[in-house]
T-cell receptor, first 111, second 114 residues
Framework: SQQGEEDPQALSIQEGENATMNCSYK?????LQWYRQNSGRGLVHLIL?????REKHSGRLRVTLDTSKKSSSLLITASRAADTASYFC???????????FGSGTRLLVRP | DGGITQSPKYLFRKEGQNVTLSCEQN?????MYWYRQDPGQGLRLIYY???????QKGDIAEGYSVSREKKESFPLTVTSAQKNPTAFYLC?????????????FGPGTRLTVL
């Protein structure tokens, strides 16, 4: 089952611009995580936000969580060509430690 | 990709054959996972194991089998019963730290059925 759904499915921006990706989910969660995947590679963990947190920062990444709307957003500021990748949100529910992944947002940063 | 290795990187299988994908980790992680990824899609959980000699079915276990005889190893066998096995397979593990659900992924194996 896929709980998280990312929006948009694809995003193309110019280097230096900000990129915003959104994730919606259906059931209550313990935490929500964002991962990055370069083409043909494994996933790399970016950031984890817990259900009692509203915002978290890590370098050029900013994640927000709105549990009332069951949604999260990932903002990448001052994007670089090297940020080109697919970005996935994944949720962990209160009753399970399994990660449920969304279908991802494909980000293209044009130099 | 951390301390998780998957082999081979590319694998070709004829219809009707079983194939085994390797996943090894030297991170001392207890839990290990196998996912399947189809083009343009997210990851779907095949099997997972929280400790040695124990494993559980995920969302799409049919046509797959696993074993967990050692903490470091979690091989996945794709059997002939799996009707559409062509996909990208990812192995992951989680450290034994309470409250940490972060998963560490291997580089993946791309399986193609000829």
């Amino acid at each position: 089952s896929q709980q998280g759904e990312e929006d948009p499915q694809a995003l193309s921006i110019q280097e230096g611009e900000n990129a915003t990706m959104n994730c919606s989910y259906k059931t209550s969660i313990n935490n929500l995580q964002w991962y990055r995947q370069n083409s043909g590679r494994g996933l790399v963990h970016l950031i984890l936000i817990r259900s009692n947190e509203r915002e978290k920062h890590s370098g050029r990444l900013r994640v927000t969580l709105d549990t009332s709307k069951k949604s999260s957003s990932l903002l990448i500021t001052a994007s670089r060509a090297a940020d080109t990748a697919s970005y996935f949100c994944a949720t962990v529910s209160d009753s399970s430690y399994k990660l449920i992944f969304g279908s991802g947002t494909r980000l293209l940063v044009r130099p | 990709d951390g301390g998780i290795t998957q082999s081979p990187k590319y694998l070709f299988r004829k219809e009707g054959q079983n194939v085994t994908l390797s996943c090894e980790q030297n991170l001392n992680h207890d839990a290990m996972y196998w996912y399947r990824q189809d083009p343009g899609q997210g990851l779907r959980l095949i099997y997972y194991s929280q400790i040695v000699n124990d494993f559980q079915k995920g969302d799409i276990a049919e046509g797959y089998s696993v074993s967990r005889e050692k903490k470091e190893s979690f091989p996945l066998t794709v059997t002939s019963a799996q009707k559409n096995p062509t996909a990208f397979y990812l192995c992951a593990s989680t450290p034994p730290v309470e409250g940490t659900d972060t998963q560490y992924f291997g580089p993946g194996t791309r399986l193609t059925v000829l």
